[in-house]
């Protein structure tokens, strides 16, 4: 993908979806792109697709195309941990803004 909005976690095999992405907020444009996706993959015994999960993908921009680096699935429990402590840093002032001021 050479356009950071064009990228998707969508994919099928042999003309079937088997991961269908719900929703992405692009985090972090630039060179480096940070993508966070909602998304379901189907039960292959089933057919149906299971509950949502949630990815937090790493693409690097590379002879004008990106390309996915790191990827880290976060669980119920691990997005419930992660917006208690980052609201906590938040009210607490602990963060800087995104140019690494305070």
Same mark, same amino acid.
């Given at each position: 993908?050479?356009?950071?909005?064009?990228?998707?976690?969508?994919?099928?095999?042999?003309?079937?979806?088997?991961?269908?992405?719900?929703?992405?907020?692009?985090?972090?444009?630039?060179?480096?792109?940070?993508? !966070?996706? /909602? $998304? @379901?993959?189907?039960?292959?015994?089933?057919?149906?697709?299971? #509950?949502?999960?949630? *990815? !937090?993908? /790493? $693409? @690097?921009?590379?002879?004008?195309?990106?390309?996915?680096?790191? #990827?880290?699935?976060? *669980?119920?429990?691990?997005? @419930?941990?992660?917006?208690?402590?980052?609201?906590?840093?938040?009210?607490?002032?602990?963060?800087?803004?995104?140019?690494?001021?305070?």
């Amino acid at each position: 993908m050479e356009n950071v909005n064009d990228i998707t976690m969508a994919f099928s095999e042999d003309g079937e979806d088997v991961i269908e992405e719900l929703d992405k907020i692009i985090v972090q444009k630039g060179v480096w792109a940070v993508i !966070l996706f /909602r $998304y @379901q993959e189907k039960n292959r015994k089933t057919g149906e697709f299971m #509950a949502p999960k949630a *990815s !937090l993908r /790493r $693409y @690097q921009k590379y002879k004008g195309e990106y390309r996915k680096r790191d #990827a880290v699935n976060i *669980s119920k429990d691990s997005a @419930q941990t992660l917006i208690t402590v980052l609201g906590k840093w938040l009210e607490e002032g602990l963060l800087g803004d995104s140019e690494g001021e305070s």
